[in-house]
């Protein structure tokens, strides 16, 4: 019987433990934002293979045209688009307002 009774791993994990609520880093969020602008710019073009496919059908042919007119637009807005920035709490002081005079005046008849 041996005191202590862990298992010691032989494999050390050197993985980096996230231990704060940081943003990504800007290298990561650029990626991000890479990926979906392709992912929507590689959805034009099925749209677009598409149409060329129902050409026969013309009401098809065009509401596929019509489904890939705005990606491109639509693809840069969302690229640029940065992730809102967390609203934090702060923790102000905040003082009570202090009255210069009080509500009653006593008036004095002569």
Same mark, same amino acid.
């Given at each position: 019987m041996v005191a202590g009774g862990g298992v010691v791993k032989a494999e050390r994990d050197?993985?980096?433990v996230l231990i704060t609520e940081a943003? !990504? @880093?800007?290298d990561e969020e650029y990626a991000a934002r890479k990926r979906?602008?392709?992912?929507m710019m590689f959805m034009r073009l099925p749209c677009l293979i598409l149409a060329g496919i129902f050409h026969d059908t013309w009401w098809l042919a065009l509401g596929f045209i019509v !489904? @890939?007119?705005?990606?491109?637009?639509?693809?840069v807005l969302i690229?640029?688009?940065r992730p809102p920035r967390k609203a934090?709490?702060?923790?102000?002081?905040?003082r009570q307002a202090r009255a210069i005079e009080s509500g009653e005046?006593?008036?004095i008849d002569g």
């Open positions: 050197d993985t980096p943003a !990504l @880093s800007y979906k602008y392709l992912t !489904l @890939s007119i705005p990606l491109p637009w639509v693809a690229a640029n688009d934090e709490q702060v923790s102000r002081y905040e005046h006593k008036v």
